[in-house]
């Protein structure tokens, strides 16, 4: 359960499994924004039958609700999911690790972003800053998609700047991608739910996680 602004939460909770957005089991799990639970549908019918929502201010609000595993998101607009790993590989350890999970027979990859509607839903619901399928590295200032079924394409040409190819979606940061000493040439999501851009080198090991993204055409 997902609300944008305001505090869910549920009075009776008897035989509900909560857990943090990493997947590990958490206590005093009944109030937040974000609620992962799991459990029979009697109780979870129980528990949500008991559902209050407190919002923080005037206005307006979606309560969001996905099946899907804590960690996990599912995005209609292309029918994809995705995935925050908590990790601390480089660029290229989370691509590799990316591209060996799979999630209902999908095969995952380092997520490749080609809308502000995919960005916006993605990066909203992230737990943390985390990797994603772009780098330079091949030809400095060529920015390429190098993960999943947009690998090879191109989408935004040089640096502070990066200027629009084809009129192929980016949202780098301010400054960026700006190449710092010359050694930043792999991309990631800033934390925050930001949904910004920014450029790093691929050996860095400061990063939180990645993001992985499972679907393609007609899958």
Known sequence: LLVSSGTLSMSTTTGLTFKNSSGSTISNPQTGST??????????????????YTRNSTG?????????????????????LYEYVSSTLD?????????A???????????????????DFVSARLSNAGWMGASDSASEGVWRWVTGPENGTQFCSGNNPCSSVSGRYANWNNGEPNDSSSNEDCAQFLSGASGKWNDLPCSGTTLPGYVVEYGAPGN
């Not at 609620?35 to 209050?52: E, H, K, M, P, V």
């Not at 380092?110 to 509607?117: C, E, P």
């Open 35 to 52: 609620l992962y639970f799991s459990g029979t549908r009697s109780d979870a019918n129980a528990a949500l039958a008991t559902l209050a």
């Open 60 to 80: 307006t609000d979606t309560l969001e609700i996905s099946l899907v595993e804590p960690g996990e998101v599912f995005f209609t607009g292309n029918n994809h």
């Open 91 to 99: 660029w290229n350890g989370a691509k590799n690790a990316a591209a």
């Open 101 to 119: 999970r799979t999630k209902d027979g999908a095969t995952g990859y380092l997520a490749t972003i080609t809308s502000q509607a995919e960005n």
